[in-house]
C-alpha cells in the first residue's frame, strides 16, 4: 500500500468520523426520544393522506369534494354514510377535511420555507456586514414587530384576496422578522470566531465564508425555528381563513371551514369540533418536533 | 439611566414612521379606487368622482399624500375644480397633531372612533393580562418546584396545548358548552342592552368570563414557562448556595431570595404580552362579537374604510411600542443590578 492511498483511507474515516459527530448523534438521539418520533409519525401520516388520497378519492370513488346536496346538511357523522357527517350544505365533512388539510398542509410547509430562507438571507446580512446594511434591516425588522401580528396580514389579504401562492408569499413577507433577528445574533458571535479568521486570512471571499463558514453553523438552529413557524403559520392560516380573509370557498382549508360556523352552533356542532382538533393535534406536532429538534441539536447537550 | 430613556425612546421614533409608511404603502397599492367606495349618489358623475377625489388629495403624487395624511394639509389650499387655483383651505391637521382623518363608512373623526373603542378593548386586554400572569406565574413557579416530577411534565403539556389550540375555536366551543348547551353564560356582546343605566359588576363579568378565558390562554402558557426557566436560572446561583449554606429556611431561601431575582423580569416583562393580546383581540372580539377595537378593524378591513384600516394599525402599533417602552423601562428602573451600571 503506497503512502497516498493510506493517507487517502485515513482521511476518509477521519471524514466518516466527523459526519458522525454532529447530524448522525442529532438523529440517533432524536430515534430514541419517543415523543418526538411519534409526532414525526403524525405530521407524516396526515401528509400523506392529504396529499394521497384526493387523488385516489377522484380517480377510483368518483368523489367529488364540493358536491353540494342540501337535504344531506348537518347529517351527523355516522348518518346517511357520511362518516364524519355533512355540512352546512350537505358537503361530506370527511373529504372536505382531508383537502383542507393539503391547502392548510401545503400553506404551512411552502410559507414556513420560505419565511425562513428570507430571514436567514436577511440575517445573515445583517450580521456580517453590520453598519449600514444592519440599521435598515433592523429598521424593517423594528418595523414589523411594532405592528401587532395578524393586523397587517389581514389588511393586505382583505385588500388582495390572495390565491394560496401569493397568500404563502404574504405569509413570508411578514413573517420573517424572527428568524432574521435569531440568525442576526447568531452571526454576531460567529464570525468573530477563529474558523472565520482563518478563512479571510487565506483569502475566502464573503460570499465564501458566508454560505461555507457560517450558514452551516446556523443551519441547526434555523431548522427548529422552522419546525415551530409551520405550527404557527397553522394557526395563522386557520385564523385568518376563519375570520373570512384567507383562502376563499369553495376552496375548503381548516380554517375557512369554520368561517360561518357561528350560525350553526347548535345543528353543527360536529362540524365546529372536528377541524380544530385536526388543527391542534397538527399544530401540537409541529412544535413537539420543533423542541424535539432543539434538545437533538444542542451540542450543550455533550456536557451533560 | 436618564441617558437609557432617552436613547430607548428617540429609537423608538424611526420604528414609528416605519409603521405609518407600511400602512400607508399597502393601503397605496391596494387596488380599486377609494372614491369608488363612497356612494354619494347611485350613479356619481366622473365630475363628480374627479371632484372628490380632490377634495381627499387622491390626485397627488403619493409621497404628498403621506405627508398631508402625517402632517395635515391646513397649510396649503385644494383645488376642487380642477382649475389649477386652490378654493378652498386643507381642514385635516395629520396623525401627528392626531387627526387620523374621516372615515368613508361612517363619516365620523377616525380619531374618535378609535376612542370609543379602546375601553372595551383594554377592559377584555388588562383582565386577560391580570389572570394570564396570576396563572401562568404560579404554574412556572410549581413547575420549578416540582422541577423533573410529573407536575413539571404535566404544566409542560398544558403550556405546549394552550399554545397549540387555535383561540378561535376553544371561543367557539366555549360558547357551546356555556352559552348554548348549558345556557349559562352570554354568547356575544359585553352588556345586556336591555338593562339601561350603568352597567352592574356582575353582567360586566358574566359578559367577560368566556373571552377573558380564551385571551388569557396564550399568556399563561407563554408566563408559566417563561417563569419556571427563570426560576431554575436563579436557583443555579452563587447567592442561592450561599443563603442555604448560612443555614436559612428553604422557605426564606424561596421567598426572599429566589423568587424575587426570578419573578422580576418576568413581571417587567407585559411589552410583547401586549402584542399577543392585541392580535389575539382581532380574533376574539370578533368570535365574541365584542365592541372593541379589534372588531373595528375587522369591519373596517370588511368594509374597505381605509382611513379607519391605517388609523387603527397606527393607533394598535402605537399602544405596542408604548408597552414594549415601559417594559424596558420598569425593568431597568427595578433591577439595581441593571440600573447601577
Sequence with gaps: MTLETKVARLEKAEAQRHSRSFWRDAVGFIRRDRLTVFAIGVLLLLTLVCSLSPIVLERVFALEVNKINVPDKFKLPGEGGFVLGADQLGRDQLLRLIYGGRVSLTIAYLASVMTVTIGVALGLLAGYYGKAVDDLISWGVNTLSAIPPLFLLLIAAAVWEPSTEVLVFMLAALGWVGTSRLVRGEVLSLKERDYVLAARASGASDWRILVIHILPNVFPIVMVTMTIIAGNLILTESGLSYLGMGIQPPTPTWGNMLTDSRSYLVTGVHLIVMPGILIMITVLCFYLVGDGLRDALDPRRYQQ | ?341
Design chain 2, 1 to 341: 439611566m436618564i441617558k437609557y430613556f432617552v436613547r430607548r425612546l428617540l429609537q423608538a421614533i424611526p420604528t414609528f414612521f416605519g409603521v405609518t409608511i407600511l400602512s400607508f404603502l399597502i393601503i397605496l397599492a391596494a387596488p380599486g379606487d377609494p372614491v369608488a367606495m363612497i356612494a354619494f349618489s347611485p350613479n356619481p358623475s366622473p365630475e363628480a368622482i374627479e371632484a372628490q377625489r380632490r377634495e381627499l388629495g387622491l390626485d397627488q403624487p403619493p409621497l404628498l399624500q403621506y405627508v398631508y395624511w402625517l402632517a395635515g394639509n391646513d397649510w396649503t389650499t385644494i383645488d376642487i375644480d380642477g382649475d389649477g387655483v386652490g378654493e378652498r383651505n386643507g381642514n385635516r391637521l395629520g396623525l401627528l397633531r392626531l387627526d387620523l382623518g374621516v372615515s368613508i363608512k361612517q363619516r365620523r373623526p377616525v380619531t374618535d372612533l378609535i376612542v370609543q373603542r379602546i375601553p372595551a378593548t383594554l377592559r377584555l386586554g388588562v383582565a386577560a393580562l391580570i389572570i394570564g400572569y396570576a396563572i401562568g406565574v404560579s404554574l412556572g413557579v410549581l413547575a420549578a418546584v416540582f422541577h423533573r416530577t410529573w407536575v413539571d411534565q404535566l404544566i409542560r403539556v398544558l403550556s405546549v396545548i394552550g399554545n397549540a389550540v387555535p383561540a378561535f375555536w376553544l371561543g367557539l366551543l366555549l360558547i357551546i358548552i356555556f352559552g348554548v348547551q348549558l345556557d349559562l353564560l352570554p354568547i356575544s356582546g359585553m352588556r345586556n342592552i336591555t338593562q339601561r343605566g350603568p352597567q352592574s359588576v356582575g353582567d360586566a363579568l358574566r359578559y367577560m368570563i368566556m373571552p377573558v378565558s380564551v385571551l388569557s390562554l396564550n399568556t399563561i402558557a407563554f408566563i408559566s414557562r417563561f417563569t419556571r426557566t427563570q426560576v431554575l436560572e436563579v436557583l443555579q446561583q452563587d447567592y442561592i448556595r450561599s443563603a442555604y449554606a448560612k443555614g436559612l429556611p428553604t422557605q426564606t431561601v424561596w421567598f426572599r431570595h429566589a423568587l424575587r431575582n426570578s419573578l422580576l423580569p418576568v413581571a417587567t416583562f407585559f411589552g410583547p404580552a401586549i402584542g399577543t393580546l392585541l392580535a389575539g383581540a382581532v380574533i376574539i372580539e370578533q368570535v365574541f362579537q365584542w365592541p372593541g377595537m379589534g372588531k373595528l378593524i375587522i369591519d373596517a378591513v370588511y368594509s374597505r374604510d381605509y382611513p379607519l384600516v391605517m388609523g387603527s394599525v397606527v393607533v394598535a402599533s402605537v399602544m405596542f411600542i408604548l408597552g414594549v417602552l415601559l417594559s424596558d423601562i420598569l425593568y431597568v428602573m427595578l433591577d439595581p443590578r441593571i440600573r447601577l451600571e
